[in-house]
């Protein structure tokens, strides 16, 4: 799959460039591609997009703009940078200069941060640094797009979840200045992931999710989707999934069992969320 993500123009030409990246079928939320910089060029990504740059050439002298700040320093290769979505960054390298480029989609990584580190995570804008276990990932990443994905979905899913892992860990910070009116709280999602696993087999509507936040079911749908990067309902069936791919893999029930067991219309609905998230036949999940 590719998708035009990223514009670039450089100072001295007013046609912005595309750049096409790749990404794997299935729904991780990662893309990437490769590109050389030659000249002072801007960098323009939309809210959808978390664009994270490695630096491929061996030694640089490099000016770097990103949110009214700037930095002019040398750098070797593996230096990182990492632009927030809707956030334009620049860089002018003293020499035409090879580059990694990885996407993150926001709402895949609210989505991690809420399973693993809480609502309240954000994504640090940064010139300059070094990561190398970011930069393996990325390089994992990109090798399997050179060669057309010989490994498959489920390994390149697997890839991008270890690539934004390292980014929640290693690359953002608590967002500040909120209210517990402008987002759902910690305490809230906990109550209510707690809630969804015990009735993971029975329908769950949003205004059941909702009473346990205390809050009115519009409301509700509205600051859930901001603190967690999806509505309540998909993030029910992440659960669901979640449950339903650890029964798959133990091999114990067939799939028509799996499926009323973790709360699928039948069968084939699960078969179409599987495909759909992680981009394979239910059949092909080890």
Same mark, same amino acid.
């Given at each position: 799959?590719?998708?035009?993500?990223?514009?670039?123009?450089?100072?001295?030409?007013?046609?912005?460039?595309?750049?096409?990246?790749?990404?794997?079928?299935?729904?991780?939320?990662?893309?990437?591609?490769?590109?050389?910089?030659?000249?002072?060029?801007?960098?323009?990504?939309?809210?959808?997009?978390?664009?994270?740059?490695?630096?491929?050439?061996?030694?640089?002298?490099?000016?770097?703009?990103?949110?009214?700040?700037?930095?002019?320093?040398?750098?070797?290769?593996?230096?990182?940078?990492?632009?927030?979505?809707?956030?334009?960054?620049?860089?002018?390298?003293?020499?035409?200069?090879?580059?990694?480029?990885?996407?993150?989609?926001?709402?895949?990584?609210?989505?991690?941060?809420?399973?693993?580190?809480?609502?309240?995570?954000?994504?640090?804008?940064?010139?300059?640094?070094?990561?190398?276990?970011?930069?393996?990932?990325?390089?994992?990443?990109?090798?399997?797009?050179?060669?057309?994905?010989?490994?498959?979905?489920?390994?390149?899913?697997?890839?991008?979840?270890?690539?934004?892992?390292?980014?929640?860990?290693?690359?953002?910070?608590?967002?500040?200045?909120?209210?517990?009116?402008?987002?759902?709280?910690?305490?809230?999602?906990?109550?209510?992931?707690?809630?969804?696993?015990?009735?993971?087999?029975?329908?769950?509507?949003?205004?059941?999710? @909702?009473?346990?936040?205390?809050?009115?079911?519009? %409301?509700? #749908? &509205?600051?859930?989707? !901001?603190?967690? +990067? =999806?509505? /309540?309902?998909?993030?029910?069936?992440?659960?669901?999934?979640?449950?339903?791919?650890?029964?798959?893999?133990?091999?114990?029930?067939?799939?028509?069992?799996?499926? @009323?067991?973790?709360?699928?219309?039948?069968?084939? %609905?699960? #078969? &179409?969320?599987?495909? !759909?998230?992680? +981009? =394979?036949? /239910?059949?092909e999940i080890v």
């Amino acid at each position: 799959m590719k998708f035009d993500l990223v514009r670039w123009t450089r100072k001295d030409d007013k046609s912005p460039r595309t750049y096409v990246a790749h990404c794997s079928p299935g729904e991780s939320g990662v893309c990437v591609f490769r590109a050389r910089i030659d000249g002072d060029t801007q960098f323009t990504t939309d809210a959808r997009h978390h664009l994270i740059c490695f630096q491929l050439s061996p030694h640089l002298r490099l000016d770097c703009r990103m949110a009214g700040r700037e930095l002019r320093h040398e750098t070797v290769r593996g230096a990182l940078a990492i632009c927030p979505a809707g956030i334009d960054c620049a860089v002018a390298p003293d020499r035409p200069a090879d580059a990694l480029f990885v996407t993150v989609q926001p709402a895949q990584l609210a989505l991690a941060a809420a399973e693993e580190y809480g609502v309240e995570m954000e994504l640090i804008h940064r010139l300059s640094g070094y990561d190398q276990t970011l930069m393996h990932a990325a390089q994992m990443l990109a090798a399997e797009s050179a060669q057309g994905s010989p490994n498959g979905p489920l390994f390149w899913n697997e890839v991008a979840d270890r690539f934004i892992g390292r980014l929640l860990f290693g690359h953002t910070s608590r967002r500040g200045g909120l209210t517990a009116r402008g987002r759902l709280g910690e305490r809230a999602l906990v109550r209510i992931k707690e809630y969804v696993l015990a009735h993971i087999a029975e329908p769950i509507a949003v205004e059941d999710l @909702a009473a346990l936040a205390g809050r009115s079911p519009f %409301h509700f #749908s &509205r600051i859930f989707a !901001r603190s967690v +990067g =999806v509505s /309540p309902h998909r993030y029910v069936i992440h659960l669901r999934l979640k449950q339903a791919i650890q029964q798959i893999r133990g091999g114990r029930l067939g799939l028509a069992a799996i499926a @009323a067991e973790t709360g699928f219309a039948d069968q084939s %609905h699960l #078969s &179409r969320w599987v495909r !759909r998230v992680h +981009g =394979v036949a /239910p059949s092909e999940i080890v």
